[in-house]
């Protein structure tokens, strides 16, 4: 029985999220038909991130066992003949019994996507959160700022969570312009649930002169959810990079 | 009663093409059940470009009468709130009674897309034909230039149609490559059914060696749709532009 590790991307438009809901399927439940379609085995897929409903990846880690001798090499080709369209592996590697997608994830990388236009888009409407206002960028990079270290995120968990500690690292937040969209790359040992999306609304809120230059601090520490801005849309977040 | 010429774009991979058909919503529809919802009129809506299944269009014209008094330049919005979200209003103008957006129109653009990738890509794959060997675009591009003209396009056109002359002009057949995608850049006074895709299937099959240097201009005087090349997939082709 081998420890198998895979990289996967999936348009997360038609999920309801990694894990199944009683009204949607699944990326983990996918993942797992295709497995018994291709090797014939029953596996549980297990994931380093419990992405949301509507949530993209270009980089998420995967892990399950497998005993069937195929080579490495052709993992991905196998599988992805046994997965819908909107799921892609990329690479398969072997790594040791003691490997765990979620639990050994070093830094988690997300991107978020803002389109500052008033023009409905068919096609970079569903990869991305489109805004008609006017958007203050520079003040948004300033305040992003503030995030970056190791911080108590409780004002940008969502309320309906069990996760025990708060606190979490960020190793980088970016905010930049590029033509007429504004990209969010963020990086952290670890995320609270709907963590990145709430951070986006709050900037959002900021840049759009809701609240005033030197909210974030205040936000921070005063750790009630209930002061920082609104969850983004999921269309807008991808999930690239999970590192170990 | 005023004539309305509007620029549509849409994603065209849930739907059976401009028309509707038994088993898929047509884009024509989506629009009139749009104009009825909006403004309480049944209309038909007529369209320059009758797409196929799966094909996309960034300027679609289409055109329609109206008798509510809404000014102009908010017809976009309103039926934008009434149309799901794979299909976009982008402008609305008056035009003379004497306007038809199919019969009127004099130059159509298309644009072709192709990815060279061994790597199935979730969200690429959706507006491309991705395709894992090597293509001598040097070649493709050579043998497009003889297309170029006016010309009798019988061999690109679909055997199972009935329009009376296969005579077309083709103003521009330009082959790029950009990165890893090849984008093909066709600009004609009218296309016949599935001629871009016919055309592109072809230079394919010359790009890969199937087809020797010079097939294409033996293909063309053949008149047999026999000699030309696969019809490439609808989902890498985009109505750009019609101009009048």
């Known amino acids: 029985m081998r420890n198998i590790k895979l990289t996967i991307s999936y348009d997360g438009t038609g999920y309801s999220g990694w894990q199944a809901q009683t009204n949607g399927r699944g990326v983990q439940t996918e993942l797992e038909t295709a497995i018994e379609k291709a090797f014939g085995e029953k596996r549980r897929v297990a994931g380093a991130s419990r992405t949301d409903a509507g949530v993209h990846a270009k980089g998420q880690v995967v892990d399950f066992k497998l005993s069937a001798p195929i080579p490495f090499e052709r993992i991905p080709h196998a599988l992805n003949a046994a997965l819908p369209a909107t799921i892609a592996v990329i690479k398969a590697e072997k790594v040791p019994p003691s490997f765990n997608s979620q639990h050994k994830a070093k830094v988690k990388s997300y991107r978020y996507h803002i389109v500052n236009s008033a023009q409905r888009d068919p096609f970079g409407d569903r990869y991305s959160w489109r805004l008609q206002y006017e958007l203050n960028v520079t003040l948004m990079k300033k305040e992003a700022k503030w995030l970056v270290g190791k911080h108590d995120f409780k004002s940008f968990q969502a309320s309906d969570t069990r ?78 990079e999970v590192k170990y």
């Open 163 to 240: 996760e025990r500690s708060s606190v979490r690292t960020i190793y980088k937040l970016d905010v930049r312009k590029k033509g007429n969209a504004i990209i969010f790359d963020i990086a952290a040992n670890g995320f609270l649930y709907n963590m990145v999306r709430n951070i986006v609304g709050t900037l959002v809120d900021i840049g759009r002169g809701y609240s005033p230059a030197g909210s974030m601090k205040r936000i921070l520490a005063a750790k009630d959810r209930k002061l920082a801005g609104p969850t983004a849309p999921a269309r807008g977040l991808f999930l690239i």
